[in-house]
């Protein structure tokens, strides 16, 4: 048997022997590589005539091919092997039971003033919006409320530093202004959002809380039209089985003005009213101020705090755990 024959044997049996790629990659340095006996013979050409070189590179050509393909066919088998014990120790068990993981929930007040938005949804009210840093204009002059106005103190408001008449908005009332000046009636709007004022923190106040407003004007509107959407909202939210008072009050952008009572019935025949939001025509002065003409349409607003609704309806003692985050309060609801 020739050297190369036997080389061979020997290189096939090592292919065949080698039981992953690695192994299989040495085996084509042993046999092929540049100190590999194969070199060797190939170095026994230059000692050789032309006919015997010319033999010996048949032979070596034959040798590489065989070894080539021997190479390759176990490669493939390797590869395919080794994939499919990738696919086997990787495959995912679908039938297990997943870890159970409690889920998560609107937060209190987000539900309370969804549910608050859809009563009034219900009745044709849409959803305006308008910004938390809004300027004196909006928030107060085109509200009728003067600069000497108490509320507009700095006891009261936010001011935001380094703007001139910038402020937190001290109430969702300056979005009416918004909107009355950029839409023609009929405007019937909810206006939710965040509100501000410089208030300590106790059981019943925090600095930041959160109010509905609401506006609706056109020709004929009445104090009759406010106290049946008002009753109707105070039905729907805290059951049918309520009533409503307007108390008279004052609030600079309505005329008349009114606080409202919702009625409740405690236990052993014990009935109050609690009050629950505040509310008035618009004062003409403001339609005037906002480019609607006060001779030919007249509205109702109404301004409600999201916080006092939802500690009603829920029972919540103190205003701070509504924004405290506490998991084990917030999953009560
Ligand atoms: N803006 C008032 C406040 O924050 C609430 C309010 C009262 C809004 C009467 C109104 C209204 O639209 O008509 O105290």
């Given at each position: 048997m020739s050297t190369l024959d036997e080389l061979r044997e020997r290189a096939l049996a090592a292919i065949a022997d080698a039981h992953d790629l690695d192994a299989l990659d040495q085996v084509r340095v042993t046999f092929t590589?540049?100190?590999s006996e194969l070199a060797g013979v190939q170095a026994t050409?230059?000692?050789?005539d032309a006919e015997g070189r010319k033999a010996l590179g048949q032979q070596l050509n034959a040798f590489r091919a065989a070894f080539q393909d021997a190479f390759d066919a176990r490669q493939r088998a390797l590869g395919e092997a080794a994939l499919a014990a990738r696919l086997e120790s990787e495959r995912?068990?679908?039938?297990l039971p997943p870890r159970r993981l409690p889920p998560g929930r609107p937060h209190l007040l987000t539900q309370v003033e969804e549910e608050m938005l859809a009563v009034f949804i219900g009745m044709g009210f849409r959803v305006a919006e308008g910004p938390e840093a809004e300027s004196g204009a909006y928030n107060f002059d085109l509200l009728n409320i003067?600069?000497?106005?108490?509320?507009?103190?700095?006891?009261d408001t936010i001011y935001v530093d380094?703007?001139?008449?910038?402020?937190?908005?001290?109430?969702?009332?300056p979005v009416q202004a918004r909107v009355m000046t950029t839409q023609a009636p009929p405007i019937a709007v909810v206006v939710p959002g965040r509100t501000y004022r410089a208030d300590a923190v106790d059981a019943t106040h925090s600095p930041v809380f959160s109010q509905i407003e609401g506006l609706y004007v056109d020709e004929h509107v009445t104090m009759a039209d406010l106290r049946g959407t008002l009753l109707a909202f105070a039905r729907a939210l805290f059951g049918s089985d309520r009533d409503i008072r307007l108390r008279p009050s004052f609030f600079?952008?309505?005329?008349?003005s009114a606080e409202v009572d919702v009625s409740f019935h405690g236990p052993g025949g014990h009935h109050g009213w609690l009050e629950i939001l505040g509310a008035g025509m618009v004062d003409p002065n403001v339609l005037e101020m906002c480019g609607i003409d006060p001779e030919r349409y007249s509205g109702f607003a109404f301004g409600i705090g999201i916080e006092r609704v939802a500690m009603l309806r829920h029972g919540?003692?103190?205003?701070r755990e509504l924004f405290e985050a506490d998991a084990r309060f917030l999953a009560r609801f």
């Open positions: 590589g540049k100190r050409m230059r000692d050789l995912l068990d679908l039938t003067e600069p000497d106005h108490p509320a507009r103190q700095e006891m380094g703007y001139e008449d910038v402020v937190l908005r001290t109430h969702t009332s600079p952008f309505t005329e008349p919540v003692r103190d205003i």
